[in-house]
């Protein structure tokens, strides 16, 4: 699980304790500064490796689906 790396993210890229904002946003707003955090963030390093390792197939300038990584919030 990602969770650690998109808590660190949030607090590094956007000055937000994830911990507490969680409580007080909707999906909505969580979503939307999840999927645009920055290319350099760990988390998108992180599924960039996921992706590079599971489907060798892609390449580097293939755009990668803004749903990405998201079923690390499914229940």
């Not at 599924?47 to 197939?57: A, F, G, H, M, S």
């Not at 689906?65 to 919030?73: A, K």
């Amino acid at each position: 699980m990602a969770w650690p790396l998109v808590e660190s993210d949030f607090q590094q890229h956007y000055g937000l304790d994830l911990v507490d904002e969680i409580q007080k946003r909707s999906w909505r707003w969580f979503r939307v500064r999840y999927l645009y955090l920055p290319p350099t963030s760990a988390t998108k390093q992180h599924q960039r490796k996921r992706v590079d390792t599971e489907n060798p197939t892609i390449q580097a300038n293939d755009k990668p689906d803004p749903d990405t990584g998201l079923e690390l919030f499914d229940d």
